[in-house]
């Protein structure tokens, strides 16, 4: 039972470059997230998606697109990298408590 | 759309000694206030939660306060140990119906001194 397990780990891109990050969850929960994390403002939702097939945009939406493949998997797409988006992003499943995975480290040169 | 402010952003207590941890939050229509422990290279981790119609639980050694009225809640930790230290966050959202859009405050990093 992994929990909520989010791929890559790291990874740097070029400015421009696109890449999709991965999350996949083995809890059966409704609901998934994508945030981002920098430093001194806390975690900030990307996107969310109420249950299979649903997807809505949350805080900080802008450069980011996302997939709700099925109940288990929710992926986040950067079309073109940007500086900006040099961020760690977690994944997180569940409603009332939420269960985040680990964490992708995502540096864009 | 909600804004949660939390205070301090580092934190340094005597191992055994109390923290404790302030957050404020601006949309009157949330209930659902929980806390969050970051242990360094970890995603975040539930360690209490609160809803409006309480103002007050507890957990061992960690106990959460709500003022409605005020619209600002608090963690506090007593007896710390080397192990509570980590960064904590704070967030908050209307619950009702099994969707958590959590707003979260900035992060305390709390440091155990020995």
């Known amino acids: 039972n992994a929990g909520v397990t989010q791929t890559p780990k790291f990874q740097v891109l070029k400015t421009g470059q696109s890449m999709t990050l991965q999350c996949a969850q083995d809890?059966?929960?409704?609901?998934m997230y994508w945030y981002r994390q920098d430093p001194g403002m806390g975690l900030r939702l990307i996107y969310y998606s109420a249950s299979e097939g649903t997807t809505d945009k949350g805080e900080v939406p802008n450069g980011y697109n996302v997939s709700r493949l099925n109940k288990r998997e929710f992926s986040l797409r950067l079309e073109s990298a940007a500086p900006s988006q040099t961020s760690v992003y977690f994944c997180a499943g569940g409603a009332g408590e939420l269960f985040f995975g680990e964490g992708s480290r995502l540096t864009v040169l | 759309g909600e804004n949660v402010e939390q205070h301090p952003s580092t934190l340094s207590v005597q191992e055994g000694d109390s923290a404790v941890i302030k957050c404020t939050y601006s949309d009157s229509a949330s209930n659902y206030f929980p806390w969050y422990k970051q242990e360094l290279g970890k995603g975040p981790q539930l360690i209490i939660d609160?809803?409006?119609?309480?103002g007050e639980k507890k957990d061992q050694r960690i106990a959460v306060t709500l003022n409605k009225t005020a619209k600002h809640f608090s963690l506090h930790i007593t007896e710390t140990q080397p192990e509570d230290s980590a960064v904590y966050f704070c967030?908050?959202?209307?619950?009702?119906?099994?969707?958590?859009?959590?707003?979260f405050g900035t992060g305390t990093r709390l440091t155990i001194i020995p």
């Open positions: 609160i809803r409006s119609n309480v």
């Open positions: 967030a908050a959202s209307f619950s009702g119906f099994g969707n958590e859009k959590l707003t």
């Open positions: 809890m059966n929960h409704n609901s």
